[in-house]
Nanobody, 113 residues
């Protein structure tokens, strides 16, 4: 069973940047599409970005041009670079391998005004 561990969350002012990391425990990580979701207080979990094994990416409209998902298969790690952060980006961010139903524990991102 694969385990996912997120890191990199924290408190940042609006307009700032953060980079989230998600490390997977299995070396077959490279063959799977990876995703980042987020859940804001009182809201449903929403898909933020995905990256396929071939590094094709997809983003929710609200983060296009500000967030970048990437992966380093040698390190079994997927990243989410978040720039120009807004207060509405405040949420717990989760890493996932959708095909396996694997989720990390989440990392909190708080964007202050």
């Amino acid at each position: 069973q694969v385990q996912l561990v997120e890191s990199g969350g924290g408190l940042v002012q609006a307009g700032g940047s953060l980079r989230l990391s998600c490390a997977a425990s299995r070396t077959i990580f490279s063959i799977y599409t990876m995703g980042w979701y987020r859940q804001a207080p009182g809201k449903q979990r929403e898909l933020v970005a995905t990256i396929t094994s071939g590094a094709s990416t997809n983003y929710v409209d609200s983060v296009k041009g500000r967030f970048t998902i990437s992966r380093d298969n040698a390190k079994n790690t997927v990243y989410l670079q978040m720039n120009s952060l807004k207060p509405e980006d405040t949420a717990v961010y989760y890493c996932t391998i959708p095909l396996l139903g694997a989720w990390g524990q989440g990392t909190l991102v708080t964007v202050s005004t």
